[in-house]
């Protein structure tokens, strides 16, 4: 495990990276790589070290962008990408080296989510139809959540390995993206107070 992950991060931005991503891993719960529940506490204290860094830094003119601190405020995407997220299923399709299409390359291999292929099209148009209802507000989860137009409800492969179906959500993403918001919201606050 690398729970300690602000220090990788800070450490790119010491080599002069300015656009840094760095995803936490999704395993099953016997993993031993896996992120579980009692991690999360170590977790949310290593977003707000690299919160309060990425303030210091930006202060100093040595500021980067850490891809899930990005969140825009007054804009923002589309109401359709705000409502159902990344668009697996929909707008682009995984296609495997033998040409079968998947809602999205999680999802290869998982032959109830095979959908066609590049010889005779899209034969299962209903778990295109899934896709395409699958949002915010078909989730029970994400209804009354803070954060659901920001995370778009999560992602489906997630869902399905958790949970057996594409509508519902992976609990400890959820947690870790209403963290990654809150401080989102605080880095920018903090650098418009300066800006007054």
């Known amino acids: 495990k690398n729970l300690d ?20 891993v999704v395993g099953l719960p016997e993993e031993p790589y896996a992120i579980r529940e009692e991690d999360l506490p170590q977790i949310f204290e290593e977003y707000d070290r690299l919160a309060r860094e990425m303030i210091r830094r930006d202060r100093e003119g040595k500021g980067f962008n850490f891809f899930h601190f990005m969140i825009d405020l007054t804009g923002g995407p589309c109401v359709a990408k705000r409502l159902s997220g990344c668009g697996s299923g929909t707008e682009y399709l995984a296609v495997t080296p033998w040409g079968d299409l998947y809602p999205c390359h999680q999802f290869v291999g998982e032959e109830k989510f095979l959908m066609g292929n590049v010889f005779d099209g899209i034969k299962r148009l209903d778990i295109v139809d899934d896709f395409r209802q699958c949002n915010v507000y078909t989730k029970d989860k994400c209804r009354e959540c803070f954060a659901r137009f920001y995370c778009s409800g999560g992602c489906a492969a997630n869902s399905y390995k958790f949970h057996g179906s594409i509508d519902d959500a992976y609990d400890l993403s959820c947690e870790m993206e209403r963290k990654r918001v809150e401080c989102a919201i605080m880095i920018q606050a903090a650098l418009a107070q300066e800006g007054e």
């Open 5 to 24: 992950f602000s220090n990788d991060v800070l450490h790119l931005a010491d080599l002069g990276f300015k656009q840094i991503s760095m995803e936490p």
